[in-house]
């Protein structure tokens, strides 16, 4: 078929209800409610939201009210669905008013300048456009005609044109939301237009306005190793969200989105393509998207919060709905079945009045189709692969398109140190300026932490969250990393590199053994002449931390860690640190640390020098305390400071400060009872030695040209090499090379 080369456009739809339900749908729903206690739960609670919304005022003004317009929503779909499981008209009659009152005054109400209508905000009319169609389809059959043609002319088509307004178009979660709204109506009405819309995209016949459909999103968004292209696990669920919507509805019209693959686009489309990662060659799938994020997730299901995610956990998937049980429904995959279980614990534990979880708390028990979840199964210990290029080996997981990498010393033991490193563009606006940040496990907490997200609304979104400075990498000259820079117009919360010169990083090293697991990348496109590299090394007693910035000029280099507890700084000695150690003089810093974007943040500084023997301390987590010490090449500065609370904790900042060309930061941390000899930096090698016991770890990074002693044959490019002596007098080396 010419006009659907890839056969997703249902040719004959059937009998309505077809969208959040079909008629096979609604029987089940009805047999679960009457025999297993979770959908009884479920239907409980819809019933008694259905019997509320019949009280409710349908008549409407002539000014919208997005408040009272999403309690419509909300109430019609309630109503409607209880129709469909009770058969009581009552509720079929008030959904209809509902409907048709919104018909009449929908037309009426002014485009405002963000596109919105009847929402609070363009994103918001999609999800209320998509399911007052769900609400329209599962009373289809109790409307006349007449009622059918005046909501589908007076809320239906202007909803599609609504959602159709020209910006977020292309590539972003806007648009794959549009496209589940238009999904909805063009099932809904039976309209072929629509539907291929949402397949092939379209282009606007007046303005010439591109919009992309799902083979576009599909082949080029959800990127090579399974992450969606803005690179936060938050809007990757909720673009999940979407596409599991649009793939469920589907299903019910015969076809199947949750099995289709899409070409990989290998090269531009057309100007309006956000981002630019094409390739490699192959075939994406739904299911791509599923997977990733198990990959993501450190050994305990935490996961680091890195740009706008605001997922702090595995688990949290559960804020979208029940879609893991829907992608275990299509898949039959044992790991659904297990992150879904782990969603329901958290669920019992944050909304205790759903009892069970599996209810939902009302409406989306109903897609729910499994009476009973298997327990499922699920292990980071075991080698795997995941989209078209993602690589989970020896328990560590690299995301080489999305620009991840994630180092576990035992994915079994959730006490041992676990360590995130990116060096993702910013290309999407929910990125910050992160490039070479970290985030740090250890003792079964969180030690080195993003910023995260404070909410868009929150000046200090802008001018800490997206900083630099607010992030776990080094800040030249007290200036974001490109593109972020200094910018502090209110827009400057979705700064991305999108017409501007890329800001991409580059993977040189990914190496996984059973005694060295490493990792290093380098940017040189967040500051101009400025080339900044990063090292991380895990070895059995310990990880080491080398940063790098290299220019032909000087610069001030400001090497941040935030850690959402506390920071205790030590007079080192030559073994520890340890707790009876000293500790310097901290002086408060008269001039604190300035008024620049991030910096005007932090608070209570204090600052002591950097001595001959470094710099060492503890940072504390509640119930976990890790060891660190530091060394810089050049004579240098430490800041310790405290920063904006998130989620109600408590934050510190420890800072690092030199002035030169080059500059290489050293960090070593390790578990309480380890001693580490101080860092020593000698002609651009760094040399380290931690024990543990019986147990000691020599670590040397530097150029491989300095290193022939323990790498002989080693290519030109930055080494790691470790010596591991146990407590038998046995001795292993590992070497891993990286990229020149």
Known sequence: MKQDPLGLIPRALPPHPRLLLDRSGVARAREFARELSWAQAGFRYLIAAARRALELDAKLSAEPDAQRNHALKTGGLDLALAYQLTGDERYAAKARAILLSLAAAYPTWPQRPGGERGAGYLLAEKGWVEQLAWCYDLVHDYLSEEDRQRIAAGLLRPGVETVRFPVHKTCGNHRTWGL???????????????????????????????????????????????????????????????????????????????????????????????????????????????????????????????????????AQAGIWGPIYEMAYAAYADAKYAWLSNRIYARLRRDEPSWKPARSWGGWRFVRVTTPELPKGEFSLAKDASFGNVGRHERGCSLFPVAGYAVLRRNPNRKDLAEVLLTWSPQSAGHQHADRLSICLRMGGELILAESGGLGYDNPQHLTWARQTIAHNTVTVDETSMHPQRDHEEPDAIWQCDYGQPPSDGRLTLFHVDPLLKAVRAECENAYRGVMLERTIALVP?????????????????DFALHVPGEIALLSPSVEGPRPEDPKPALAPDSTSLGTRLGYRHLESVKTTEVGDLGLAGWFRVRGASVLARFAVNRKARAFLAAEPAAGGVSRNCLMLRTRAKTATFAAVYAPEGAEIVPLTLLYGVVFCCVGFGRNRDYLMVGPARKLRRYAPTSPPGRTVVVLNHDHRGGGHIRVAVGKK
């Open 180 to 314: 589940a709204a238009i999904w909805a109506v063009g099932l809904a009405l039976d309209e072929k237009d629509y539907l291929r819309e949402v397949i092939y995209g379209r282009t606007d016949r007046e303005t010439g306005d591109k919009f992309y459909g799902l083979a576009h999103q599909m082949g080029h968004d959800i990127l090579a190793d399974g992450l969606h292209w803005e690179r936060t696990l938050g809007y990757h669920f909720y673009t999940l969200m979407a596409l599991a919507d649009i793939a469920d509805m589907a299903a019910h019209s015969g076809v199947d989105l949750w099995h289709a693959e899409f070409d990989a686009l290998s090269r531009r489309s057309s100007a309006l393509d956000l981002h630019r990662d094409y390739g490699p060659r192959g075939k994406r799938s739904l299911r791509f998207m599923f997977d990733a994020p198990f990959y993501y997730a450190f050994s305990d299901g935490s996961c680091a919060d890195v740009g706008d995610s605001g997922v702090g956990n595995l």
């Open 541 to 557: 007693n310990a990880v080491l931390d080398v940063y790098q910035a290299t220019s032909r000029a000087a610069h001030i280099y």
